[in-house]
């Protein structure tokens, strides 16, 4: 027996039609906020956005394993500058050296973007690399002194402390034919020169000491990331349901403590670099020669004086963040329209995504990208090409405070192993696959086999 409601379907199209009148109201009122961005938008090149969601749609089922090899296709199809649309936030992608130096160089695109890095803000708090530009201002003016030249050299001492330790735990691995993962012995040495140079704690993960901090590091990270790289979970109220939150918010106060140094970037880029060297035993020897030639046979500490003399070893390091960046991708937001070279102007409210990843390989700029080769970076070849085209370290006011300080702590570091050591490995270039995590990180991890060099050339 069917009951009929008296103008039911009256009301029901009534609603209906409010519905329609609504979101097309919201519709418009949408499109006539964003028309300058829109305008100025429609100039760059870039895939074909849908209402509302934009290009979101293309990023369906993907990680952030996924993240770079996304990045680098559209940038190798679309060029730079190119647009992304993500829901209603415009993206554009900048790679060409001559757009990133104004990026990077302007007041008007100094700030970070807020939500990208309120992700950041929740795991590792409100330093250098998360804060608010006011925020950034007075803390980068506070501690600009720490990280002068004179200051950092008293570190010295610690940095060769640590690698010391590092040959120490390692020598029993010597002469086995056994590849040995490399990243846990230089992650904890960097962990343990930060604390101890930067807040006179003595941490002593390396020894097995106070281990949890850097337990706390590698059980934060991945959560981290699963934030960063799921947009859904960008709303407080649904994440804080997960049981990644609870966990985040037991750790995060430890984690924020340790999370503002450069452990991590550190003690990566030292373990690509003897990755490298392992890879092209030929460049190996010409670094151990130069170290020959600074100390001989002598076991000595490092000097100031002898990281100056260090001028092949500074190549390979370069060369190395040439083809694995710490941190591959940032971010810059514009606050008032920005203009670019070819007539593109960065409208107000969007994001530019700067992108060393790519630029590090462009053809344009580097002969055969994809090969390691430390002659990239002589000096005459430096002189040579535009300096936004290198920018491990990003550039500008908001570059890395501590790029001084990681290259002296990875010179001194790789020094004292070098000399002791000869690596090898079965890995080869072509094998290496990176993925993008809080850093750039090896899929194939740092395995590599240790021999003792005799005190002597050798």
């Not at 949890?212 to 709303?235: K, S």
Request: charged content about 25%.
């Amino acid at each position: 027996m069917e009951i009929l409601i008296p103008g039911l379907s009256d009301v029901t199209g009534a609603l209906l039609t409010i519905l329609c009148i609504c979101l097309t109201l919201t519709w418009g009122i949408h499109k006539w906020n964003r028309r300058h961005k829109e305008r100025l938008a429609s100039k760059f090149p870039g895939p074909t956005a849908l209402p509302f969601v934009g290009n979101v749609l293309s990023l369906l089922n993907k990680t952030h394993y996924d993240l770079l090899w996304i990045v680098t296709g559209y940038c190798e199809e679309y060029g730079s500058p190119s647009k992304f649309w993500l829901g209603s936030k415009l993206l554009v992608f900048i790679t060409k050296p001559e757009d990133i130096q104004i990026i990077l160089n302007s007041s008007k695109t100094l700030a970070k973007d807020a939500v990208f890095y309120k992700v950041g803000q929740a795991g590792i708090g409100t330093g250098l690399i998360t804060a608010p530009l006011e925020k950034w201002k007075k803390t980068r003016k506070m501690l600009t002194p720490s990280f002068a030249p004179r200051e950092i050299t008293r570190f010295m001492p610690v940095m060769s402390k640590r690698a010391t330790i590092i040959v120490q735990k390692m020598q029993h691995h010597c002469g086995s034919g056994v590849e040995v993962e490399f990243y846990p012995y230089f992650f904890t040495a960097s962990l343990d020169t930060i604390c101890e140079a930067s807040f006179g704690v003595k941490v002593d993960s390396q020894l097995g000491r106070s281990r949890d901090w850097a337990e706390v590091l590698f059980r934060v990270l991945p959560l981290f990331v699963e934030r960063f790289f799921t947009p859904l979970l960008y709303m407080d109220y649904i994440y804080e349901k997960t049981s990644s939150a609870k966990v985040m918010k037991k750790d995060c106060d430890d984690f924020r403590d340790f999370s503002k140094n450069g452990s991590e970037t550190a003690a990566q880029t030292n373990c690509f670099v003897l990755l490298m060297l392992a890879i092209h035993p030929e460049y190996q020897e010409k670094v151990f020669e130069e170290q020959y030639n600074i100390f001989g046979n002598a076991d000595k500490p490092v000097t100031l004086d002898d990281l100056d003399k260090m001028k092949y070893l500074e190549q390979v390091i370069k060369e190395t963040l040439r083809l694995f960046p710490a941190v591959p991708i940032f971010a810059r937001y514009a606050e008032e329209d920005t203009k670019l070279t070819q007539n593109y102007v960065l409208p107000a409210g969007a994001t530019a995504i700067i992108y060393p990843f790519f630029t590090h390989y462009d053809t344009e700029l580097w002969p055969e990208p994809k090969k390691f080769n430390p002659d990239n970076f002589t000096a005459e070849k430096m002189a040579n090409r535009h300096k936004y085209a290198y920018i491990p370290f990003s550039g500008g006011a908001r570059n890395c405070i501590g790029k001084k300080f990681s290259m002296l702590a990875m010179k001194t570091t790789l020094s004292i192993f070098i000399r002791q050591f000869r690596v090898s490995t079965t890995t080869k270039l072509e094998d290496i696959k990176v993925y993008m995590d809080v850093v750039l990180r090896c899929k194939c991890g740092w395995n590599m086999t240790l021999e003792q060099r005799i005190n002597q050339k050798s």
